[in-house]
């Protein structure tokens, strides 16, 4: 066993989630707490030295940059720490891809960074917890995890913070990557990696913002007008993210409101509501100063913009080499 330990911080979710029967389909997501989950984690007998921190323990839906702030802090120390191989933070699902990518754009690329969750409550049948995480203990210890950025790992794969969303709102796969699959396979006692690592002792690419800047998803639907952009700019929005249909796309009265906002400044990323697909740049994009998301869905391309933002970054070529960028 390595004289190093896992520190592994823990925010809620299903994965500490209690339904209080085995067959129940509702249940309390974060009732358990870390050093108890541990325990029970122990009793496996896994070679492993895990120290747990409790960073919080609610539903993942209400996790935003409170949280997010105070687990960068957590990462950044684990980075400085000798003692510290590498970090796991335990995570409800719903939200665990958009954590996931803030830390991955925020933190350097020197220690194994690994999300983990659950899609079953710890008193379920079939519960999903206790063997996601003996295999996300596996990619924090592996030395090839490092040099991947933030890492997602849940059915027996392993996921990259830029590709991983969530697919399906049941059952233990519901998680996937898109334009890669997954990078590894894990279980309890092995791991395959698929590909070498693409991010060898790279720094953070965004310095993390005391206050994220307030982006708008707009999402599009038959019969839209340009009320949603309005509206959006009325509250205060400094950049706007569209959901459109297809590759991008939004009824004419919606492009004509994105591309004034555009033109005044605000920042606009074109992304689709549709599961899986690249949203390339049109030939007007330039004309009407948009941004195409690439590979990124809405909620991803939200957080980059958010970052761009705050970083000064509001041109749109600049800013779409940034969503060019892997």
């Known amino acids: 066993m390595s004289d190093q330990a896992i520190l592994v911080l823990a925010t809620g979710g299903t994965i500490a989630g209690q339904a209080g029967s085995a067959t129940r389909a509702d ?6 707490d870390i050093a108890d989950f541990l325990a029970e984690f122990d009793a496996l007998g896994v ?84 063997r996601n995480f003996a295999n996300a203990v596996q990619i924090a210890a592996h030395p090839a995890a490092a040099g991947r950025g933030v890492l997602l790992v849940m059915g027996d794969t392993v996921l990259s913070a830029r590709d991983v ?35 060898v002792e790279e720094a953070a690419r965004f310095v993390l913002p005391g206050k994220m800047p307030r982006v708008s998803i707009i999402y599009a639907y038959a019969g839209m007008d340009g009320a949603s952009v309005t509206q959006a700019l009325e509250q205060g929005a400094k950049g706007i993210v569209l959901a459109g249909f297809g590759a991008g796309n939004s009824p004419d009265t919606v492009r004509e409101a994105l591309a004034d906002a555009a033109h005044g400044g605000v920042p606009v990323v074109r992304a689709t509501r549709v599961d899986e697909g690249l949203v390339d740049r049109e030939p007007q994009d ?9 590979a990124l869905g ?25 969503f060019d960028r892997r």
Not at 168 to 183: D, E, L, S, V
Not at 186 to 198: E, F, M
Not at 299 to 306: E, F, N, S, T, V
């Open 165 to 199: 969303r969530k697919a399906h709102t049941g059952g233990t796969n519901a998680f996937k990557g898109f334009p890669r699959g997954p990078i590894a396979l894990a279980t309890p006692s092995s791991v395959d990696w698929l590909s070498p690592p693409w991010r």
């Open 47 to 130: 070679d492993a030295r895990l120290e747990g921190r409790q960073v919080a323990n609610i539903d993942s839906a209400n996790i935003g940059p409170e949280i997010w702030c105070q687990l960068h802090s957590a990462c950044m120390d684990a980075m400085s720490d000798p003692s510290c191989s590498g970090v796991i933070i335990t995570h409800g699902t719903d939200t665990a891809e958009e954590t996931a990518f803030l830390l991955d754009l925020t933190l350097p690329t020197t220690k194994p960074i690994v999300l983990v969750g659950a899609m079953r409550p710890a008193d379920a049948v079939g519960s999903d917890g206790l």
């Open 27 to 32: 249940y309390r997501p974060g009732q358990i």
């Open 286 to 294: 330039t004309a009407n100063g948009f941004i195409a998301s690439r």
């Open 298 to 322: 809405p909620a991803k391309a939200r957080i980059l913009l958010q970052l761009l933002i705050a970083s000064g970054v509001t041109d749109p070529v600049e800013a779409q080499a940034a």
